[in-house]
């Protein structure tokens, strides 16, 4: 069988996931952060990193010992089974597929203020791409797809010089901003409302809604690398923990420089909520009459969002090959070129899928929203995986040395909690509707299953995702019962905090304890066919 090539150093890794992580969340998600929550979307960016640091160094625990092209869904295969496993793939792949169009039309909003010739690819009112706009995002996503096409060293070494440009760029962005005026009273202005104008709620809202979370999520890319790397145990936590890090300095850089270059009688005009922009850093930049930079910015504005769509298509794809190789999806789509050791076929359907999300969601905020909720579904697992695996693998564990996250017990009940508050100010009805993708997913597995005759134990199977049903069960109940916008809110958000947290605690020692496979986990790409 066609293996990767195991090329990639610590550098690139970690490369991989900065570039992953500063797309056109840079260019555009401040501007959103500071409608929602004001200066406090400072503290929104810290957060959002707490919370992808701590995912992704229990994800880097199993992806040290466990090292798979298909992330973080494998790691639930280990642990919880099969069908565990593929709902879990089928949630983070949808998210992940979802973010190259989202980039595509990043860098179109951002170009369609070029001139009133590019203002037909984007429309004001509806805050969505037109036509034109369409057809220009599918070309950019079809050179995402050529990028991964031919060969991932060749994609290696296009991201390691382009992530350099994405941090200088953002990092110039900032200094002119500064350099041209600088407002520090807008940070607490009491006549809009102080530091925290709409209070602790507009942090999390803000992270699940204005782009914080899928910016923070690039730093699953280098996980899916890690059947291309020579040492996961210590390259992969370097790697996740660095670029969630740098980026996190990066774009509190670009969020203070925003909210203290807005002019203060735009502010005391608009407030926070009514500030608009097409392009808000060009549109600054404008204003203060600094045309190079704004050169440079629209350069940067399809660096930044283009390679990290590049990204993301090999990350989709690697876990789209992943699942075929597990027995999930069709033969064809596990099959490497011989030559350049890529899973090309599943390249060109991850192209075609996102081109599918691009006609759903015609706008980049619209498709944030969405994207952003499946990731925080897709990290349920996290804290689950992680203490199930240490009680099943635990000789494993420990005989090779492997990386293991300290507090863990601790840290992984709170981890569950916090993600449940981030799903519940997603609200009502985007939960119960981003659910009902779980269903395709359901049909695929059964349907595979049953072809390739290896789902011996339904019982097993179904006590291995139990607790994820249960918790998405109780937490459409909270969210209904606690949503302001739900028909059926008669309960305080207070209330529903603590309903929250009861939910949290019962899954996490549920599913952490009771509902791992106690078989011992044999890959499909390994078996031995009858």
Known sequence: ??????????????????????????????????????????????????????????????????????????????????????????INWLCIVAVPPVEAQGIVQYLSQLSPMWNRLYDIPSHELTHFGIAAAIVLMLFFMFVNYWSVRIFIKFNNFFTMIKIIVPLLTVAALIYSGFHPGNFDNTTDGGFMPFGMSSIFVSIISCGVIMSFNGFQTPLTFSEEIKSPKTMLPIAVAGSILISLILYMLLQVAYVGSLSPALLEHSGWAGINFRSPYVQLLLAANLQLMVIIVYIGSVVSPGVCGAAFTASASRIMYSLAREGHL?????????????PR?????????????????RGWYQLVAVISVLHVFSYLPAPIVVISNRIKNKALMLSKNQFMLPLAHLLAPLLLFVLSILLFYAGWPLIPKLLILVIP???????YETKVKVAKNVYAAIKGVSWLILY????????????????????????????LLILSLIVYFYGAFFTWDKRTFVPRHEMVAE
């Open 330 to 342: 069709p033969h064809f789509l596990s099959m490497l070129n011989p030559k350049f050791k890529n």
């Open 1 to 90: 069988m066609t293996k990767f090539n195991r090329n990639i150093s610590t550098f690139s890794l970690m490369m991989t996931g900065i570039t992953s992580i500063v797309g056109s969340g840079w260019l555009l998600s401040t501007q959103k952060i500071a409608n929602v929550a004001g200066p406090a979307g400072l503290v929104s960016w810290v957060v959002g990193a707490v919370i992808a640091l701590l995912v992704g160094l229990l994800f880097v625990e199993m992806g040290s010992i466990f090292p798979s092209a298909g992330g973080i869904g494998y790691y639930a295969n280990v642990t919880h089974g099969r069908f565990c496993g593929f709902l879990t793939s089928w």
């Open 345 to 361: 076929s599943a390249i060109v359907t991850t192209m075609l899928v996102g081109c599918i999300f691009l006609f759903m969601f």
């Open 472 to 499: 998405f069960i109780g937490l459409c109940f909270i969210v209904f019962l606690g949503d302001n916008h739900s028909p059926g809110n008669s309960i305080t958000t207070e209330t529903s905090m603590i309903y």
């Open 441 to 447: 997913g359901i049909c695929l597995y059964l349907y």
